[in-house]
């Protein structure tokens, strides 16, 4: 995309305290240029929306220059990481990319970084470790958390800055992720923005404490306000302090208190505000208090080039970046996931060490549990850039006994217990992944992962769509009942979470599909969910074998040959529905086309759509409560271009639509089992 060139004075993007003693006015007027850059272009924009030409809304930074500008200007924007807000404009500027790229995509066009599929000021630069924000600001601390660890682990002297308003300072992901960056020892500048109000209500409204900054020594890390008013004094504190993180490799708390200049966005009218409250605001702008202090201390002429020049060149990428064609919707689909990418090269061995191809083919009697820890294993031993993540994984060797001996084996930068904090050791590992590792998170049980929702379908779900950039990451999730284990410990998930999309998902049943499951989902490139029915855990010891084919996971498999219907399930409903194809087999000489589905996401529907235009009968069952669940989604699929051949409404064979109930006789009424699916069948036979 070719854009006006940028006047010389915006050659440097960076500046240090150093600068000050060495050339004070040339590192001031180079301050001043990026502020009034970042100023006189969040007011176009305003403009540009006020006429009809953005689309959405936009939240200016107005006000914010003084605190933004010096500290993106001071970053080392080769190694750190950050992840701006939405008054952050004037970083997006200083950061990376050209001030037409940026005005593209208020224009949501096709110069747009992230193809106009994202909105606005919502745009980052994952390449450039400037991670694109999502509007639950909670979240994105914990990402920059993640990342920040990531360069740290491969030797990078990174620094994170991580922006949040004092209206987000509420939020639980905000102790979260501070709590696990102190936990952790990573260096994360905490920002928060505070100018008085969160859209309309105040800080008065919001919280007891007048000081936020404050709460730093309850995570044990240093913290203080900062009076943003003054650029130069916010540079001279702002440089120490990075600095000084960056040396001890620990997280600070700054409280920085700063302006709105122009309410919460383009369409706030401010009238909650008190009588001449917003005048008074206006009158405390530090910019222009700024610029006259500069040119009292003999800049002026200097000051009026900048400003000429800020101003030809903005209304240039404006009209460049204006004459842009729409974007085109050509390939939206196609990047939902991050594409395909070669097998990584395993040792052809259920273990890393043993080369014998005679070996690696001999097959070993384990668990589900073993089969899991043993992928585990060979994932930590032959992939430097994988680690193990959760809750209580470590020592303990998690809920299950899945992670037993990792820690031991691997030790605690590679395998680690989390604290409770679903969503921030999410986040944490959304990071890792956007950077250069690949973390494997285990919940103690799926329905556990509901705290982490936004993380996993909002944020990490929608990476590459939206930014471009590869989430590698796996969850795994216990989940099933069974067990006697209640309503919360007993979910099955997969409707839920699959309802959103760009997630990936695999539901093994047998402890080789569960083996080569854990392969597949850690070399793809997008996040996926591994599903692990804890009944399967330890149902009896099967063969497990290196499988050079472990990819076919993704496809379903074919258990059982039969022509009078087409029998389509998954997870531990594998093995009741295999016993109960065999009795109509054995009793009444009828036969089933029987499919593990095994990936939930995407669906690889052919082989199951050709058996079913054979038998013009379908079946399917899950253990998932029937309204809203899996199966809808598959019948639907399944009979949308095959209705004409069906000999039979399609039966579904579900929970019912009820809380998992705790007491064993009531949980045995609740979910599908052998004897109710023979029922089911029988009668939709009859």
């Known amino acids: 995309?070719?854009?006006?060139?940028?006047?010389?004075?915006?050659?440097?993007?960076?500046?240090?305290?150093?600068?000050?003693?060495?050339?004070?006015?040339?590192?001031?007027?180079?301050?001043?240029?990026?502020?009034?850059?970042?100023?006189?272009?969040?007011?176009?924009?305003?403009?540009?929306?006020?006429?009809?030409?953005?689309?959405?809304?936009?939240?200016?930074?107005?006000?914010?220059?003084?605190?933004?500008?010096?500290?993106?200007?001071?970053?080392?924007?080769?190694?750190?990481?950050?992840?701006?807000?939405?008054?952050?404009?004037?970083?997006?500027?200083?950061?990376?990319?050209?001030?037409?790229?940026?005005?593209?995509?208020?224009?949501?066009?096709?110069?747009?970084?992230?193809?106009?599929?994202?909105?606005?000021?919502?745009?980052?630069?994952?390449?450039?470790?400037?991670?694109?924000?999502?509007?639950?600001?909670?979240?994105?601390?914990?990402?920059?958390?993640?990342?920040?660890?990531?360069?740290?682990?491969?030797?990078?002297?990174?620094?994170?800055?991580?922006?949040?308003?004092?209206?987000?300072?509420?939020?639980?992901?905000?102790?979260?992720?501070?709590?696990?960056?102190?936990?952790?020892?990573?260096?994360?500048?905490?920002?928060?923005?505070?100018?008085?109000?969160?859209?309309?209500?105040?800080?008065?409204?919001?919280?007891?404490?007048?000081?936020?900054?404050?709460?730093?020594?309850?995570?044990?890390?240093?913290?203080?306000?900062?009076?943003?008013?003054?650029?130069?004094?916010?540079?001279?504190?702002?440089?120490?302090?990075?600095?000084?993180?960056?040396?001890?490799?620990?997280?600070?708390?700054?409280?920085?208190?700063?302006?709105?200049?122009?309410?919460?966005?383009?369409?706030?009218?401010?009238?909650?505000?008190?009588?001449?409250?917003?005048?008074?605001?206006?009158?405390?702008?530090?910019?222009?208090?700024?610029?006259?202090?500069?040119?009292?201390?003999?800049?002026?002429?200097?000051?009026?080039?900048?400003?000429?020049?800020?101003?030809?060149?903005?209304?240039?990428?404006?009209?460049?970046?204006?004459?842009?064609?729409?974007?085109?919707?050509?390939?939206?689909?196609?990047?939902?996931?991050?594409?395909?990418?070669?097998?990584?090269?395993?040792?052809?061995?259920?273990?890393?060490?043993?080369?014998?191809?005679?070996?690696?083919?001999?097959?070993?009697?384990?668990?589900?549990?073993?089969?899991?820890?043993?992928?585990?294993?060979?994932?930590?031993?032959?992939?430097?850039?994988?680690?193990?993540?959760?809750?209580?994984?470590?020592?303990?060797?998690?809920?299950?006994?899945?992670?037993?001996?990792?820690?031991k084996d691997f030790g605690r930068p590679r395998v680690f217990s989390t604290p409770l904090c679903e969503s921030a050791s999410t986040g944490y590992a959304i990071g890792l992944a956007t950077n250069a590792h690949r973390p494997i998170e285990e919940f103690q049980f799926a329905d556990f992962a509901t705290d982490a929702t936004t993380q996993i379908v909002l944020n990490a779900a929608t990476y590459h769509f939206r930014a471009g950039q590869k989430a590698p990451l796996v969850f795994r999730f216990p989940c099933g009942g069974g067990l006697t284990f209640g309503s919360f410990h007993s979910q099955e998930m997969e409707s839920a979470f699959l309802s959103f999309p760009g997630l990936k998902a695999l539901y093994p049943s047998t402890p080789q599909d569960a083996f080569n499951a854990l392969l597949a989902a850690y070399e793809d490139d997008n996040p996926v969910i591994v599903f692990e029915h804890k009944g399967l855990y330890r149902r009896g010891k099967h063969p497990v074998r290196w499988d050079p084919d472990y990819r076919a996971v993704w496809q379903p498999k074919h258990l059982l040959h039969g022509d009078y219907a087409t029998l389509v399930t998954y997870g531990e409903m594998v093995l009741h529905c295999t016993e109960a194809a065999k009795y109509f087999a054995d009793e009444y000489e009828t036969t089933f086309d029987l499919f593990d589905l095994r990936a939930l996401s995407p669906l690889k529907l052919d082989a199951i759509a050709a058996s079913l235009a054979r038998t013009g009968r379908l079946i399917v069952v899950h253990e998932g409560r029937r309204t809203h669940g899996f199966g809808a989604e598959l019948v639907a699929r399944l009979t949308e271009k095959h209705f004409s051949a069906l000999k039979a409404a399609p039966l579904r064979i579900a929970a019912l639509d009820l809380p998992v109930p705790f007491a064993p006789e009531l949980e045995k009424v609740y979910r599908p089992d052998q004897e109710k699916i023979i029922d089911a069948i029988a009668a939709w036979m009859g």
């Open 1 to 407: 995309m070719s854009f006006p060139p940028a006047p010389a004075l915006f050659s440097s993007r960076d500046l240090r305290v150093a600068d000050l003693a060495a050339d004070r006015p040339a590192a001031l007027l180079r301050l001043y240029a990026w502020m009034q850059l970042a100023r006189t272009g969040d007011n176009r924009i305003l403009d540009l929306f006020r006429q009809g030409l953005i689309r959405g809304t936009v939240t200016g930074g107005q006000g914010n220059e003084g605190l933004i500008c010096p500290l993106a200007l001071l970053a080392d924007k080769s190694v750190d990481v950050i992840s701006f807000s939405h008054r952050g404009f004037g970083g997006h500027l200083v950061w990376s990319g050209e001030l037409g790229d940026h005005l593209a995509q208020y224009f949501a066009n096709s110069g747009s970084p992230t193809k106009a599929r994202e909105g606005n000021i919502h745009h980052g630069d994952p390449a450039a470790r400037s991670l694109p924000m999502i509007s639950h600001l909670g979240i994105m601390l914990s990402n920059v958390v993640g990342a920040v660890d990531s360069q740290r682990r491969l030797g990078r002297e990174a620094v994170g800055f991580a922006f949040f308003g004092d209206g987000s300072s509420s939020t639980g992901d905000i102790h979260e992720s501070m709590n696990l960056a102190a936990l952790l020892g990573v260096p994360v500048v905490f920002v928060i923005e505070n100018n008085g109000y969160a859209y309309s209500t105040p800080v008065c409204e919001q919280f007891v404490s007048a000081n936020l900054w404050e709460r730093a020594r309850g995570y044990g890390m240093e913290g203080f306000a900062l009076d943003c008013s003054d650029p130069e004094n916010v540079l001279r504190v702002l440089g120490d302090a990075i600095e000084r993180a960056r040396r001890i490799s620990r997280p600070l708390l700054i409280e920085a208190r700063t302006f709105r200049l122009r309410g919460h966005a383009a369409y706030d009218t401010c009238d909650y505000m008190q009588p001449g409250e917003a005048d008074e605001i206006l009158a405390g702008d530090p910019l222009p208090r700024w610029r006259a202090r500069l040119a009292a201390d003999g800049l002026g002429a200097q000051l009026d080039a900048i400003d000429a020049q800020v101003r030809d060149f903005v209304e240039a990428s404006i009209k460049s970046a204006m004459a842009l064609p729409p974007i085109s919707p050509a390939g939206m689909e196609a990047d939902l996931f991050a594409p395909d990418t070669p097998p990584l090269p395993w040792v052809p061995s259920l273990d890393s060490g043993a080369q014998s191809s005679a070996l690696s083919a001999q097959p070993e009697s384990m668990t589900m549990a073993h089969a899991i820890n043993r992928a585990l294993r060979k994932i930590l031993a032959e992939r430097p850039e994988s680690l193990v993540l959760g809750q209580d994984i470590g020592t303990y060797g998690g809920a299950f006994k899945v992670t037993e001996g990792l820690l």
